[in-house]
């Protein structure tokens, strides 16, 4: 049940340090610090390419998983939301793994997908939370999360879970691949050992966020921007925002925002700029400081040095810990998540049934 908590989605944002760990735990042997997948059907060392296919919040787990797969591997991703990919009439090729990734492992045009992909010669890999589900059946490879149920209809447990496991099946490609070394291996294993420990502390964001709840409240529409996988934890964060509280939220990659969605920046739209410290913050800041020089209102997430050299000027900054730039996404995800719960409660929304939502979607 709920326990001290006033909202299942409350409750499940609070698990997520126990229940990473434990999804953790069944890849990770953190004194080997070695990555280790359940037996494979399939050489992992013969994959070609990864097509990875999903719906919504699962959706973006796996396009921040390309970066991942794409940098650890070197072998290309792609990715397409299950309701389109069958239209593509895609291009089956021997070597191709498609990954699906599902919460409930019953998602009707997820499923509909993987059993195109298998009907064309692919392997099947499935990161699923429901063990007894028809997708953890079916895949040749099922990649568990260990979250647990999941009631609040808006995904968040399950989301960083998806991600841990990803994390990890990255690196494991990577070295099948003879791309990540046992060095490099120690190394991500490790950091992936700290995510607990960080989102702990990101679960401190909260009362800084509760502050900017009730002015964002007001909001007719949101924007979030980031960079690389920051980018799709800004869409995880409009996803969010517009499911639980009906505030119209975009998320755009910091980039583009200059080719048209700038236009529809005024002292009216609040701006949620994704941006930790590492390799993209002087670009993401330059498209935060774009927006403020036509009156938006930014409100930056970032880590304290981030926040030191350009929180000012802003309306709000949310700090969140210093961590390296591989697990930031995991420990993003909990501002993110806070921010939108929040914001619903101001609101007076149905926080854990949203309107027009079910949480498992069988139709096609
Ligand atoms: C968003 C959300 C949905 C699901 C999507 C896929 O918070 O919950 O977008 O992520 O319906 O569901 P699963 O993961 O069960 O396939």
């Known amino acids: 049940e709920k326990g001290n908590h006033r909202h299942f989605m409350e409750k499940e944002i609070y698990e997520q340090p126990i229940v990473v760990a434990q999804t953790l735990g069944a890849y990770v042997d953190p004194l080997a ?15 070609k390419r990864v097509q990875i296919v999903a719906c919504g919040t699962a959706l973006l787990a796996g396009q921040v998983a390309t970066y991942w797969l794409e940098s650890l591997a070197r072998i290309p991703v792609q990715i397409e939301n299950a309701s389109e990919f069958r239209y593509r009439d895609p291009v089956y090729e021997p070597g191709g793994l498609a990954l699906f990734i599902s919460q409930s492992g019953e998602t009707a045009d997820t499923l509909a997908a993987l059993r195109h992909a298998k009907a064309g010669g692919q392997h099947i890999a499935a990161v ?24 609040g209809v808006a995904s968040t447990k399950a989301f960083t879970c998806q991600l841990a496991v990803l994390a990890a099946f990255a ?13 490099e291996e120690a190394r991500l294993v490790h950091l992936l050992t700290e995510i607990p420990a960080a989102m702990n502390e990101a679960l401190k964001t909260e009362e800084s966020i509760h502050a900017l ?33 009906y505030i119209h939220a975009e998320g755009y990659a910091a980039g583009e925002l200059k080719h048209g969605p700038i236009a529809l920046i005024d002292e009216n739209v609040p701006v949620i700029v994704i941006a930790p410290s590492g390799p993209r913050f002087e670009k993401t800041v330059s498209n935060m400081q774009e927006v ?59 926080v854990d049934q949203p309107r027009n939502l079910a949480k498992s979607v069988t139709v096609e």
Do not use: C, W
């Open 292 to 350: 403020m020089a036509r009156g938006g209102l930014v409100y930056l997430l970032s880590d304290a040095a981030g926040l030191a050299e350009h929180g000012a000027g802003t309306a709000a900054t949310i700090e969140m810990p210093s961590v390296d730039p591989f697990i930031s996404p995991l420990i993003t995800a909990i501002p993110v998540q806070l921010l939108a719960y929040h914001v619903a409660l101001a609101k007076g929304t149905d």
């Open 128 to 151: 699923v939370n429901v063990a007894s589900s028809t997708m953890a059946r079916e895949a040749d490879l099922l990649l568990p999360t260990h979250a647990g149920p999941e009631i």
């Open 213 to 245: 709840a009730l002015p964002l409240s007001k909001a007719r529409d949101i924007l979030y921007i980031g960079r690389g996988p920051d980018y799709p934890m800004a869409l995880e964060g409009a996803l969010k925002l517009k499911e639980i509280s």
């Open 33 to 47: 610090e070695t990555i280790s997948l359940p037996p494979l059907p399939f050489d992992l060392a013969g994959v």
């Open 171 to 183: 690196i494991a490609l990577g070295k099948a691949k003879g791309r990540v070394t046992p060095v």
